[in-house]
């Protein structure tokens, strides 16, 4: 309920602004340009701020909700209010055909993709005959209910903040939930929530189509508020001020697009009213000291207005503790027939001329931990990415319960009972401990976009964030759950990650270098976790340069050295081994 209360009070408030006495008829136009701004600003917070996808294109998909009703409704004689379930789906499916092709792209490419096709579409809408050209159509009816025409900006204003009110309630809804989560985790990149069964492609587009769908909303709006449609308010430019409203009051916020798009609607009209006469009529000046001023604000709250005014206030936003009695289901997967969880057979990895694995041969029983170990570069972290998938064999075959997996996804590899930890650690450092361990949870979790829209995932969702939490205490971490995973220490984070895999249920648990940042006692408790876990059924593969820590905790132990296997056995077979004496532990060993 107390996340819901910030917009119980803005409708109060929006609701009431109408009524105030002597409002000028001017204010209430200029908030209706708020309204359709932070619609689309709102489905940029989505793409940009959340999913990590920057667009500069989404006014085109106003365009597309704008002409499809000011054609319907001019030259067919549809109703308004019908011509809006097809405005969404028209804006919905030029989203799906041009992210296709888009969400794709990587790095700088991404952008410049959205401003290709922003530019083209904008010349599209201004050369097609039907759409009116460069003029545009014109004679747009109002909305209406009955009798009750919406014929100006005090009567259309209510459909407007309503459209606002209702998207951001649909999108706070979708972000506090299972796919929610998996949309936040791309902004780290792919690899994390991959290898959890994320299916990052379609994340990505369902993203992609959501902000789509919410700049057609804003367009069909625009249509009906200034009955009249042309080019120019769906080009370059206007995509451009869109990015720009989302970055200033916050990217990765939902309000902070409302809040966006009052300051740089309320500051642009400022400008453009007083600035002529304070500088005799220069004109494009209110363009330069515009863009001024947003780098000065950008240069103050950095990472938007809203999170700014939110870290002043003395109240933080409660959060709601998981039920741990809620059980979440096991999951279905086949259980192992031999005694081997995990074999690799001459495995190998070629990039150009290196040879990071070379024919690499071991495997991983029930119930053992094996220690993969070797100097600096000599494949460990190499072999994980083949066996999660992360990377293709060059050569070879590795199986997971009978199944060859060396050219399957991640997401595949995950399904089988196979997590892991990396490296270099990958949670999201802007989400809480608790939501980064319910990404471990995905795969067990059904609820999908449109239910955790509309609220009917809350028994699922519950589950999901019970089991998380369960792992959280099983780690030690009870305290922390809801820190933000980026104010933990390196070592902190690294057990954060074991209990995300933990999430999994996993048959093998595939660790890398876990130990690494702890202190003495912290690897005790760690040394003690993973016996636990053996003894409960669970195999358990580690990378480890702390030669202490494996040697007392190992059941066998792998030696790699540039990439070839030189020795495999018991930690103390493998303490006197001349040859991992030599390329290894040292003469003094």
């Known amino acids: 309920m107390k996340q819901r209360t910030p917009l119980v009070i803005f409708a109060a408030v929006v609701a009431a602004i109408p009524f105030i006495p002597g409002m000028p008829p001017f204010w209430i136009v200029l908030l209706n340009n708020i309204g359709l701004a932070a619609l689309v600003a709102m489905g940029l ?29 001019t030259a067919y004689g549809f109703s308004p209010w019908l011509t809006l379930p097809l405005s969404l789906v028209v804006s919905g499916i030029a989203a799906v055909l041009l992210g296709i092709v888009t969400v794709r792209l990587s790095g700088h490419y991404l952008p410049l993709g959205t401003i290709a096709w922003g530019i083209g579409l904008f010349y599209l809408f201004s050369k097609l005959e039907f759409l009116g050209r460069n003029d545009g159509i ?24 309503i459209a606002v009110l209702v998207s951001a309630l649909l999108t706070m809804n979708l ?26 492609p379609r994340a990505k587009l369902l993203v992609f189509v959501y902000a789509a769908v919410l700049a057609g909303l804003s367009g069909w709006l625009y249509a009906h508020f200034q009955r009249a449609a042309n080019p120019t308010p769906f ?3 206007a995509g451009i001020e869109y990015l720009f409203i989302a970055v200033v009051g ?12 009052g300051i740089v609607v309320i500051l642009k009209e400022i400008l453009q009213s007083y600035l002529p006469y304070i500088f005799g009529g220069q004109s494009q000046l209110e363009t330069i000291v515009f863009g001024i001023l947003l780098v000065v604000l950008l240069q103050l709250a950095p990472t938007g207005v809203w999170p700014w005014l939110m870290s002043r206030l003395p109240i933080q936003p409660g959060r709601r503790k998981p039920d741990a009695s809620l059980p979440l289901a096991k999951p279905v ?7 081997v969880l995990l074999q690799i057979e001459k495995a190998r990895k070629q990039f150009g001329g290196v040879i990071a694995v070379n024919d690499v041969s071991f495997d991983v029983q029930a119930r053992e931990i094996v220690a993969l170990i070797g100097p600096n570069g000599a494949g460990k972290s190499t072999t994980f990415n083949l066996i999660t998938g992360v990377l293709t064999t060059t050569g070879g075959t590795i199986s997971v319960l009978g199944h060859k997996v060396d050219n399957a996804p991640p997401q595949e590899v995950v399904k089988l009972g196979v997590a892991r930890t990396f490296q270099h650690v990958k949670l999201v450092p802007d989400m809480t401990v608790l939501e980064n361990v319910a990404i471990g949870a995905h795969l067990r979790g059904s609820a999908g976009a449109i239910s955790s829209m ?13 089991e998380a939490a369960r792992q959280i205490e099983r780690v030690g971490l009870g305290d922390q759950i809801d820190q933000l995973a980026g104010s933990l220490s390196l070592g902190q984070q690294r057990i954060v990650e074991i209990a ?10 595939l660790l890398d270098e876990p130990a690494a940042g702890l202190r003495h006692m912290e690897k005790q408790r760690l040394a003690a976790l993973l016996r636990q876990l053996r003894d409960g059924g669970m195999s358990v593969l580690l990378v480890e340069h702390d030669m202490g820590f494996v040697m007392d905790l190992a059941d066998r132990v792998v030696v790699l050295d540039f990439g070839t296997k030189i020795a495999e056995g018991t930690p103390d077979a493998i303490k006197t081994n001349p040859d991992v004496i030599k390329a290894y532990l040292g003469a003094t060993a």
């Open 138 to 161: 014109s004679g747009i009816p109002p909305l209406s209910i009955g009798s009750f025409r919406m014929l100006d900006p005090g009567t259309i204003y209510f459909a407007i903040w």
């Open 500 to 509: 995300r895999a933990l999430c999994v249920d996993p048959l093998l648990l």
């Open 250 to 261: 916050g990217a990765g916020y939902v309000w902070g697009a409302v809040l966006g798009a």
């Open 454 to 466: 509309v609220r009917l995932d809350r028994a699922d969702e519950a589950k999901l964030l019970a």
């Open 333 to 339: 997967r086949e259980q192992p027939s031999s005694a």
């Open 45 to 73: 917070v989505l793409l940009t701020g959340v999913g990590g996808l920057t667009s500069f294109g989404q006014a085109a998909f106003c365009g597309f909700g704008a002409y499809t009703t000011a054609v319907l409704t």
């Open 235 to 237: 080009g370059a430019h």
């Open 175 to 200: 972000l506090d939930s299972r796919t929610g989560r998996a949309i936040r985790a791309l902004r780290r990149g792919h690899i994390a929530g991959e290898a959890f069964g994320v299916q990052t």
